[in-house]
């Protein structure tokens, strides 16, 4: 193992969410519907910040790079999983499998990190309003973005590492619907628990060290509002950080459940459930909480429909 990869299987057989044919079709017509209403609503935001010059602000571009990060991170694996629905047959190579495994734990680190830096930057704009546009500069959002993404894709490799080089000679049908990493390493035919506690404490690292970042960010903040006199000030804090904490609850409560309890024995069945919630969910609900009640996106959609043509009725 020491010397590269041993594995002799070419392919995995993934089992799928359900073997009932009619099941699997209606599952497919429901996936296809959650996977373009996600491309779309996250392309709106990307397109709604890249052209209208109101939303060019620190928060517009950090929720800029969620959206793409967003539609590559379904992009992984729904596709996939829609053929895989459409034909009855959860075939996939061997090569691809762990590209896909890669992929998805690459770009589950860097929102962990990504969250992070807009956490820092609602702290910014809510306790230190006056410095705010110096200390949220341009390159400060480039620096911070750049760091999200570089410090996710370097963490995770370590984790990508360390299973790529398991030998994987035995069975090769894998209990989910896409090449999850923790029901990959129960495949290897080695012993892996060197390879599991290696893999657990780098995720725990690209898991709690964003946490507490976020966590002392919102501390700060809950500080600084309490010290506030006014409704108005109380008001314009939680709307200013309601969203952002809506997405960090519900992405770090679902990470935390499945790969920090990793190793309890919870059915295949469950951990399922839970994946489809982050992965076809999660990435679904998120533009939504973004712009459900944004007044800013709000006008911005009114004025690119004006710009193509369609006249608000009175």
């Not at 699997?24 to 996936?31: G, H, K, R």
């Not at 950090?62 to 996939?80: A, D, K, R």
């Not at 360390?162 to 896409?178: A, D, S, V, W």
């Amino acid at each position: 193992m020491g010397s590269g990869n041993l594995s002799s299987i070419t392919e995995f057989i993934l089992v799928g969410l359900t073997n009932h044919r009619k099941t699997q079709i209606l599952l497919f017509m429901v996936i296809l519907i959650i996977y373009s209403l996600t491309l779309m609503g996250n392309l709106v935001i990307i397109t709604l910040v890249r052209t209208d010059s109101s939303l060019c602000t620190p928060m517009y571009f950090f929720l800029l790079h969620l959206s793409v990060l967003e539609i590559c991170y379904v992009t992984s694996s729904m596709p996939q999983m829609l053929a895989h629905l459409l034909s009855g047959h959860g075939a996939i190579s061997f090569n691809r499998c762990m590209v896909q495994m890669y992929v998805i734990i690459c770009l589950g680190s860097v929102e962990c990190f990504l969250l992070a830096a807009m956490a820092y930057d609602r702290y910014l704009a809510i306790c230190h309003p006056l410095l705010y546009a110096i200390a949220m500069s341009r390159r400060c959002q480039v620096q911070l973005a750049s760091a999200s993404w570089a410090s996710g894709f370097f963490l995770a490799s370590i984790n990508g590492y360390f299973t790529l080089r398991l030998p994987f000679c035995g069975p090769n049908r894998i209990n989910h619907f896409f090449c999850d990493m923790p029901v990959m390493i129960k495949l290897a035919c080695a012993d892996v628990r060197e390879t599991e506690l290696s893999i657990t404490v780098v995720a725990s690292l690209i898991i709690v060290v964003p946490f507490l970042a976020i966590l002392i960010s919102y501390m700060l903040i809950l500080s600084s509002v309490i010290q506030m006199q006014s409704a108005a000030g109380w008001h314009k804090a939680f709307s200013t950080c309601a969203s952002h904490l809506t997405v960090v609850i519900l992405f770090y409560g679902i990470l935390i459940i499945t790969y920090l309890s990793s190793g309890s024995e919870a059915s295949p069945d469950h951990d399922k459930g839970l994946a489809v919630f982050y992965i076809v969910v999660t990435p679904l609900l998120n533009p939504i909480i973004y712009t459900l009640r944004n007044k800013d996106i709000h006008g911005a959609v009114s004025r690119m429909l004006h710009g193509w043509g369609f006249k608000q009725e009175r």
